[in-house]
Antibody, heavy 121, light 109 residues
């Protein structure tokens, strides 16, 4: 059974960097049949996919246009986890952030527990 | 503003059948399969339907999905109080992103 455990601060100051980590159990971040995603949810924006990282013969990333200039999703093979960094945050980045796997079914099938991140001074 | 369009609310009485619609475009629903999620308050979305009409192991057969062109539907038969939740449609978009509907809040009267 795949489990995703999120960690990271719940409060970030405006203009700073939001950083979250998603620890994987039951699968490998280096799996050639999975991709590792970040999604956020807010009342104003609904569910919004942010980006993903995946390994086939090399590591690749895809990012949403809305955050492409500010986002980095990185794998950490030594800890079997992946991370989200979102730079220059504003109050509009306040949301519940989820990590999720897309696996053999090709869909976002396993999700982390969610982390409420508030951007405020 | 969500890429996929869903009605904000739906309702039904116990035992009834309700349907929730999801409308998209040629780059998402029109060329890729549709996924449905159920979200209970304070929890992460749970996979309900994938590849338009397939149920993961453990999901009740009271839930069914369909797709036609650039639209899709989720049907819930034999409505139960525990079905009260938010429902989201999603699809992969050819621009290499996942897109979601705005969600439908289902109330069991």
């Amino acid at each position: 059974q795949v489990q995703l455990q999120q960690s990271g601060p719940g409060l970030v100051q405006p203009s700073q960097t939001l950083s979250l980590t998603c620890a994987i159990s039951g699968d490998s971040v280096s799996s050639k049949s999975a991709a590792w995603n970040w999604i956020r949810q807010s009342p104003s924006r609904g569910l919004e996919w942010l980006g993903r990282t995946y390994y086939r013969s090399r590591w690749s990333n895809n990012y949403a246009l809305s955050v492409k200039s500010r986002i980095t999703v990185n794998p950490d093979t030594s800890k079997n986890q992946f991370s989200l960094q979102l730079n220059s945050v504003t109050p509009e980045d306040t949301a519940v952030y989820y990590c999720a796997r897309s696996g053999d079914l090709g869909v976002l099938d396993y999700w982390g527990q969610g982390t409420l991140v508030t951007v405020s001074s | 503003q969500s890429v996929l369009t869903q009605p904000p609310s739906a309702s039904g009485t116990p035992g009834q059948r309700v349907t929730i619609s999801c409308s998209g475009g040629s780059s998402n629903i029109g060329s890729n399969t549709v996924v449905w999620y159920q979200q209970l308050p304070g929890t992460a979305p749970k996979l309900l339907i994938y590849r338009n009409d397939q149920r993961p192991s453990g999901v009740s057969d009271r839930f069914s999905g369909s797709k036609s062109g650039t639209s899709a539907s989720l049907a819930i038969s034999g409505l139960q109080s525990e079905d009260e939740a938010d429902y989201y449609c999603a699809a992969w978009d050819d621009s290499l992103t996942w897109v979601f509907g705005g969600g439908t809040k289902l109330t069991v009267l």
